[in-house]
């Protein structure tokens, strides 16, 4: 992976956070996930689409962070529970 550079320093970004969850984890298709890189020279944040720590539900096949249950079989499994 290419590192990222502070726009203003121009010195590389520090990782804080990979595969953070943003949005709101009832509307899925609004939630993305982002790595969270901060320059040690001014602390800026700056935000970048998660590039790794996807990966596929085998049982429903939506997109997820591998650090997180998939969020559509937790909703359909509290589903399940209700309708018993
Ligand atoms: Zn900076
Ligand atoms: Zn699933």
């Known amino acids: 992976m290419a590192e990222k550079m502070c726009p203003s320093c121009h010195v ?3 990782l804080r956070e ?3 969850p ?3 984890s009832f509307l899925k298709a609004d939630r993305v996930h982002v790595d969270i890189y901060e320059c ?3 602390h800026g944040i700056r935000l ?3 590039e790794s720590d996807m990966v596929t539900c085998p049982k429903c096949g939506s997109l997820h962070s591998a650090k ?4 559509v079989c937790a909703l359909n499994k509290a589903l399940d529970e209700a309708n018993k």
Do not use: D, Q, T, V
């Not at 997180?68 to 969020?71: K, P, R």
């Open 68 to 71: 997180e249950a998939c969020a």
């Open 22 to 24: 943003m949005g709101s």
């Open 12 to 14: 590389a970004l520090k």
């Open 48 to 50: 970048y689409a998660a």
């Open 40 to 42: 040690p020279e001014c």
């Open 18 to 20: 990979s595969g953070y």
